[in-house]
């Protein structure tokens, strides 16, 4: 039987912090970006205007149809190609990072805008028709009226796809990121602790993950009392 | 970047291949995406079907046993439960066990981990949805049957189940297109599948943008065939007057 030492964790921790501090900028990155854009993509999305609804419908359904590490494979390899051509700059070495946070961000937002069109078809229609009733226009009635009982109502999806976002970051590893997860095999692999290294990263990510997804279940059942 | 692509390059002969060519290359990682899928899809299933049921009787302990089950694989990446099956597991079973599972073959060995893992990641899914299809049914519907004299037990297989399923077909269609996409994180292991094909031929070719592509194509037509068969079945099993069936 495997003895199990889990000496190697506690002088790792630090590089370990330094690892999930580019879990989190990629996860916050991608939120922000990918919930900005996904608005902006479920607005065209709804428009009367077939080619523009076309052409989101064509966005959301081409980001959800593709793996997440082929994304990752392909940004890993056109972001680096951009670079070089746009600014005739010389082939980085170190644009991983950059690479992999313009990934996520334009995935996720596919995975938002279905999320903030089904949020915007939450709100009734009557709220829209009221809105231009009283003289507003078309965007005004949507950013005053509609899109706050929108976001009010899709909240807690919008947590809970980040927290999918947060562990999905971790298949940066294929393009040679090294996040939290990354981090704990490089210790594992050096220490000779692997079985040590997975398990504690799991677990890391199962209590902040769980404790996560507690907070917003809770915050749902709140949400659903004030309705 | 896309103007001085090369599509000829897949119909070149791969090195030591035996006159397979690349494409040939391409078909063999787009077999075992499709046997990868389908072997954990059998998992996924069966196992998701019956802690779903769990999710739904009054027991507390099976109750409790499901809801630790879904909870643990919902929270732990993908990726970390892939490395856990294929590293760690071998290690933490009884020594005999694991030593002679270790001498196996290796691409088993992959072929075993990945297959455990997107199974039971693709069962917790399955399970929550098994689950709410049963809690969908109106609470009548178990009554009448233990009403009846049916056991618990005939209520589920013969009165909850059949409809359950039946209201299900369409989140586990999408369940089913989710572990296609999935099943690529078994690249990291080293299992040559379809993604990690992908990668090989741009390492052989460095051809990027032809390969990529041809994979990326690959993936969009399995999942659209995996959405028009399920379509079908939908179709074939809908249930009058619940949303959309109304026949």
């Not at chain 2, 078909?27 to 072997?39: D, N, R, Y």
């Not at chain 2, 390969?211 to 065939?225: D, G, M, P």
Request: glycine share 8%; charged share 15%.
């Amino acid at each position: 039987m495997y003895e199990l030492d889990w000496s190697s964790v506690r002088p790792a921790l630090p590089f370990m912090w330094e690892g999930m501090k580019v879990t989190l900028k990629i996860t916050l990155t991608a939120m922000s970006v990918g919930i900005a854009l996904g608005t902006v993509i479920a607005i065209l999305r709804l428009s009367k205007n077939g080619a523009l609804s076309g052409l989101a419908a064509g966005y959301v359904n081409l980001f959800r149809s593709v793996p997440l590490i082929m994304v990752l494979l392909w940004f890993s390899l056109i972001v680096p190609d951009l670079i070089v051509r746009a600014f005739n700059l010389p082939r980085m070495a170190n644009v991983n990072v950059t690479s992999s946070m313009v990934a996520f961000s334009l995935f996720q937002a596919a995975y938002y805008a279905e999320i903030i069109r089904a949020g915007i078809q939450s709100v009734k229609a009557g709220q829209m028709g009221a809105a231009q009733a009283l003289g507003m226009t078309y965007g005004q009635a949507m950013r005053l009226v509609v899109l706050p009982q929108a976001f009010r109502n899709m909240t807690p999806l919008l947590l809970t796809q980040t927290i999918i976002l947060f562990q999905d970051t971790s298949l940066v590893y294929v393009a040679q990121v090294r996040d939290f997860f990354g981090a704990a095999t490089i210790v594992g692999t050096r220490d000779g602790r692997i079985v040590e290294m997975i398990l504690f990263a799991g677990g890391v990510y199962f209590l902040v993950c769980f404790a996560l997804s507690s907070l917003v279940k809770y915050w749902q059942d709140r949400l659903k009392v004030g309705a | 970047m896309f103007a001085d692509m090369n599509w000829r390059v897949f119909f070149e002969p791969a090195p030591a291949g035996g006159g397979a060519t690349y494409l040939d290359w391409l078909f063999q990682g787009l077999k075992l995406t499709v046997e990868l899928s389908m072997a954990s899809w059998v998992i996924a299933l069966l196992w998701g079907s019956v802690m779903g049921v769990l999710r739904t009787v009054p027991n507390k302990i099976l109750y409790g046993i499901s809801t630790v089950y879904v909870e643990v694989f919902r929270n732990v990446p993908l990726l970390v439960q892939l490395f856990i099956w294929y590293f760690v597991i071998p290690e933490l079973v009884p020594a005999g066990i694991g030593n002679r599972y270790k001498q196996l073959d290796p691409v088993f060995q992959q072929f075993v981990a990945a297959t455990a893992c997107l199974g039971f990641f693709t069962g917790a899914r399955i399970c929550e949805q098994v689950r709410a299809g049963i809690e969908s049914l109106a609470g009548g519907q178990k009554a009448a049957g233990l009403a009846l004299g049916l056991s618990l037990r005939q209520t589920y297989n013969h009165v909850l189940l059949p409809m359950a399923f039946r209201i299900i077909i369409p989140p586990l269609a999408s369940e089913m297109v989710n572990l296609v996409k999935n099943s690529a994180v078994a690249s990291t292991i080293g299992l040559l599948e379809l993604a990690a094909m992908g990668r090989q031929l741009l390492d052989y070719t460095a051809r990027a943008y032809e390969s990529f592509t041809a994979v990326t194509v690959l993936y969009i037509l399995v999942n659209l065939v995996v959405l028009g068969f399920m379509r079908w079945g939908e179709a074939k099993a809908r249930v009058p007057g619940f949303i959309g069936g109304g026949r």
